[in-house]
């Protein structure tokens, strides 16, 4: 549904949101020491950066999450509704509220493109102002 909504192909992978440590170690074959130490400068529980891992996903994943890929990307959500709702329904996709391929990003839910704000299930509003930083990528 998501890839119809965003007219995103399905060859791109999304990201993987999760609340914790033992979420991460849920979707993930390895996490190496340098991926250790990263996790624990960046990754801090009670107010992470928004940094995204790339990790070799378990070989027990379906290959739909990933696109085919054999790997994973994952980020640990900011503390609030929606780590509570992953702490209670577990990790979730990802995805910035645009259409694939435009460069718009949304801070209100005004700012939300009229075609997917029609098509979503539900929506969320923040009470918090969202940052607008693109995210930050390692692969491991």
């Known amino acids: ?3 119809k909504i965003k007219k995103r192909s399905k060859n791109l992978p999304f990201i993987i949101l999760i609340s914790g440590h033992d979420d991460l170690k849920s979707l993930v074959s390895d996490i190496n020491p340098v991926a250790k130490k990263i996790i624990k400068n960046f990754w801090d529980i009670k ?3 928004p940094l995204t891992l790339i990790f070799n996903k ?3 994943l379906e290959n739909f999450i990933t696109s085919g890929s054999p790997n994973i990307a994952i980020r640990l ?3 609030g509704f929606l780590r509570n709702m992953i702490n209670i329904c577990g990790p979730i996709v990802s995805t910035s509220a645009t259409i694939s391929g435009t460069k718009s990003y ?3 839910i005004e700012d939300i493109p009229a075609t997917i704000r029609k098509q979503v299930d539900l929506i969320v509003e923040c009470p918090s102002s969202l940052t607008g930083v693109e995210l930050i990528r390692l692969d491991f």
């Open 1 to 3: 549904k998501i890839y």
């Open 106 to 108: 949304s801070k209100k």
């Open 47 to 49: 107010n992470p950066k």
């Open 77 to 79: 959500a900011d503390p």
């Open 58 to 60: 378990k070989s027990s």
